[in-house]
């Protein structure tokens, strides 16, 4: 039923996530020193989700087309977000538009002086945007394509119906083991764009994403540290990025852009020095660009690239 028997590590993890929301549910640890690594590790197990949900938007999972739906529910579980919604703000404006006005997660929005503070609030700012670019997409698919309209309001219905059930049941274990972890999944997974595309060349075939080489952290993302050959190529399977960013990427790309560790990035861009500078170490300069540009394709116009359910 897989089209990848990689894929047999998605399902593990997606397992891993509802054992662990149920196994707190049930035992109720008493003990901080219990509660904490358990629920920081439910945090990234639903960021894993949330990482899933991104590959199989590009590449679905399964041969059937029903099964793929059904995992669509699944994985709108996991991360507390429709999967059908990565199509517009991440499909059809980041991958198109990388970069530019019509990209609605580009970095230079976020201005802070202070690096950190980009980081932490990358998010925030791009939320609105996301939100009415979703918006407005779903009542143009509604009629030009229903099947993908549907899907999407069945992946709400199965999200909220899910979590209006748990929070009548117990508001407080809600809190703790659903919505905490729901959050730092969607922080997560929209700040990796800031990770990976700020102070890089859009214009440039290369350079314009930066990777993060690392065994474990791809061992962990499905190989979503390789994000240049993935904006190259978005429909190739996560298990074949490796090789394929070796043989395309590797000896093309500055070597700054190709960072063995992630952890290390983040400390040098965040903590110390915390300065923000372009991938060649040259000062980074925002530039007024003025708001969104609208990119809702139109109804006729509108492409096939919808995820599973296309």
């Avoid at 509660?35 to 639903?46: A, D, G, Q």
């Avoid at 119906?161 to 274990?173: E, K, Q």
């Avoid at 690392?214 to 904006?231: D, E, L």
């Amino acid at each position: 039923m897989l089209r990848y028997k990689a894929d047999i590590r998605t399902l593990l993890f997606v397992a891993t996530y509802f054992g662990l929301v149920a196994f707190l549910w049930i035992w109720r640890p008493a003990d901080l020193f219990i509660i904490i690594p358990l629920v920081v590790l439910t945090c990234f197990f639903s960021f894993f989700g949330a990482v899933i949900t991104h590959n199989t938007i590009h590449h679905p999972m399964f041969n059937s087309r029903f099964l793929n739906r059904v995992m669509q529910v699944v994985l709108t579980l996991t991360y507390g977000h429709p999967v059908s919604s990565f199509v517009p703000g991440h499909n059809l404006s980041h991958h198109k538009h990388t970069q530019t006005r019509r990209d609605v997660m580009r970095t230079s929005k976020v201005r802070f002086k202070w690096n950190l503070l980009n980081g932490l609030f990358f998010m925030f700012v791009m939320g609105p945007a996301i939100m009415r670019a979703d918006t407005a997409y779903m009542k143009t698919m509604r009629k030009s394509k229903p099947a993908w309209f549907r899907q999407m309001v069945l992946e709400l219905g199965a999200l909220y119906g899910a979590l209006g059930i748990l929070l009548v049941l117990d508001w407080r274990a809600f809190l703790l083991y659903v919505f905490l972890p729901h959050r730092f999944a969607g922080w997560g997974i929209i700040t990796m764009n800031l990770l990976q595309h700020d102070g890089c060349d859009e214009t440039s075939a290369y350079n314009n994403s930066r990777n993060f080489v690392g065994k474990f952290v791809n061992w962990c993302t499905f190989n979503n540290g390789y994000h240049t050959i993935h904006h190259m190529k978005a429909s190739l399977h996560w298990s074949l990025l490796p090789a394929a960013h070796a043989e395309r990427v590797a000896p093309h790309i500055h070597p700054a852009l190709d960072q063995k560790s992630m952890l290390a990035y983040i400390w040098r861009m965040f903590i110390w020095p915390a300065k923000r500078l372009m991938y060649d170490g040259s000062p980074f300069i925002l530039k007024d660009e003025g708001p969104d540009e609208d990119w809702i394709p139109k109804p006729e116009t509108t492409p096939d690239d919808l995820g599973a359910i296309a």
